[in-house]
C-alpha cells in the first residue's frame, strides 16, 4: 500500500457524460499527478500539481481538468466522455519540494468505462 | 518528444535463469526510474536512478544507468516466479521539484516454473 487512495475503484458512464475522480496524496506530499493508462496509448502524464498550483502538463485533452484544494487532495475532472478515454486512471504523489529526489508513489487506480 | 523504448516487450523465462531487460531513451536526462505493476494493479516503485553511472540492486533485481548512451538496464538474476509482472522505465524531465515522467511500453515478464 503506497499511502495514496483514489476513489471510485470502478466508474461505469455513457458517452457524453461528465465524471470527477478523486485522490488524496500520502501525508505529507505536496505533489500530485495524474496518469492514463490504455491499450492503445500506453501510460501516460497528464498533468501535475504542487501545493495547489499546476506545474507540469502533459498530454491532457482540453476536455479533462483538474485541481488541487488546500487540503491537497486533487480531483481530475472528465467532460464529454468518448469511447476513447476508457482506461485506468492513476493519481501518484510525492514530495517535490526543492530536493532532487522526486520519487512518485502511485495509486490503485480507477478504472473507467465508457459506454 | 522524448520517447523512451523498451525491449523486449514480452519475455519469457525459465526459473533460475539471468536475463536483461533495456530501456532506451532518445533526450537527454539523467533521471530514470523503473517500476512493477501486477495484473489489475498500481505501478510499484523499484528503483530511482538520479546520475550517470548509477547502480542499485534490490534482491535478484539490479538496475543500471548509462547516460551518455541513454540506456537503463534491468538485469534479473535467477528468476523465480514470484517475479512474474509488467516492468516500466521512466525517464523524468526534472525542472526545480516539477516532473514529467515519460514511460516505455512495459516488458511483460512471464517466469517458467
Known amino acids: 500500500d503506497s499511502g495514496v487512495t483514489q476513489t471510485p475503484k470502478h466508474l461505469i458512464t455513457a458517452t457524453g457524460q461528465r465524471v470527477t475522480l478523486r485522490c488524496s496524496p500520502r501525508s505529507g506530499d505536496l505533489s500530485v499527478y495524474w496518469y492514463q493508462q490504455s491499450l492503445d496509448q500506453g501510460l501516460q502524464f497528464l498533468i501535475q500539481y504542487y501545493n495547489g498550483e499546476e506545474r507540469a502538463k502533459g498530454n491532457i485533452l482540453e476536455r479533462f481538468s483538474a485541481q488541487q484544494f488546500p487540503d491537497l487532495h486533487s480531483e481530475l475532472n472528465l467532460s464529454s466522455l468518448e469511447l476513447g478515454d476508457s482506461a485506468l486512471y492513476f493519481c501518484?504523489?510525492?514530495?517535490?519540494?526543492?530536493?532532487?529526489?522526486?520519487?512518485?508513489?502511485f495509486g490503485p487506480g480507477t478504472r473507467l468505462t465508457v459506454l | 518528444e522524448l520517447k523512451v523504448e523498451q525491449n523486449p516487450l514480452f519475455l519469457s523465462m525459465q526459473e533460475g535463469k539471468n536475463y536483461t531487460i533495456y530501456c532506451n531513451y532518445s533526450?537527454?536526462?539523467?533521471?530514470l526510474y523503473w517500476y512493477r505493476q501486477d495484473p489489475g494493479k498500481s505501478l510499484e516503485s523499484l528503483f530511482v536512478?538520479?546520475?550517470?553511472?548509477a547502480v542499485k540492486q534490490e534482491g535478484r533485481l539490479m538496475a543500471s544507468l548509462d547516460t551518455k548512451a541513454r540506456l537503463s538496464t534491468l538485469h534479473i538474476t535467477a528468476a523465480v516466479h514470484d517475479l512474474s509482472a509488467t516492468y516500466f522505465c521512466a525517464v523524468g524531465d526534472f525542472n526545480f521539484g516539477n516532473e514529467k515522467l515519460t514511460f516505455g511500453t512495459g516488458t511483460r515478464l512471464t517466469i517458467i516454473p
Open positions: 501518484a504523489s510525492s514530495v517535490a519540494g526543492t530536493g532532487n529526489v522526486n520519487e512518485q508513489f
Open positions: 536512478l538520479l546520475s550517470n553511472g
Open positions: 533526450t537527454t536526462s539523467d533521471r
